[in-house]
């Protein structure tokens, strides 16, 4: 069993920054990309940011240049730094893995966290 938890949102100004954290634990032998995903209200889940293990990175058009994904992989745990933040950044954040359980079975599975709620407001 294979759980990801997401920690580190809240209520932020405009301008303001948080930074998210998502630790994956249980059953892994390694952990392919990890990312974070959002969904606000009536929209699409879409992609924010994402980070391989060689740690190379992608990053939405809307967060570049002001979030920053990094990983740990001693941790398992991948963060996401979100700095001048706006209102429309408010969703619910959600953490992704691919993850590969067995040595001998290469296989990977995609595993998500519960959601952090982001919320950007004055």
């Known amino acids: 069993q294979v759980q990801l938890v997401e920690s580190g949102g809240g209520l932020v100004q405009p301008g303001g920054s948080l930074r998210l954290s998502c630790a994956a634990s249980?059953?892994?032998?390694?952990?392919?990309?990890m990312g974070w995903y959002r969904q606000a209200p009536g929209k699409q889940r879409e992609l924010v940011a994402r980070i391989t293990s060689g740690h190379n990175t992608n990053y939405a058009d809307s967060v570049k240049g002001r979030f920053t994904i990094s990983r740990d992989n001693a941790k398992n745990t991948v963060y996401l730094q979100m700095n001048s933040l706006k209102p429309e950044d408010t969703a619910g954040y959600y953490c992704?893995?691919?993850?590969?359980?067995?040595?001998?079975?290469?296989?990977?599975?995609?595993?998500w966290g519960q959601g952090t709620q982001v919320t950007v407001s004055s």
């Open positions: 249980g059953s892994i032998f390694s952990i392919n990309d």
């Open positions: 992704n893995a691919e993850i590969y359980t067995s040595r001998w079975f290469r296989t990977s599975r995609n595993y």
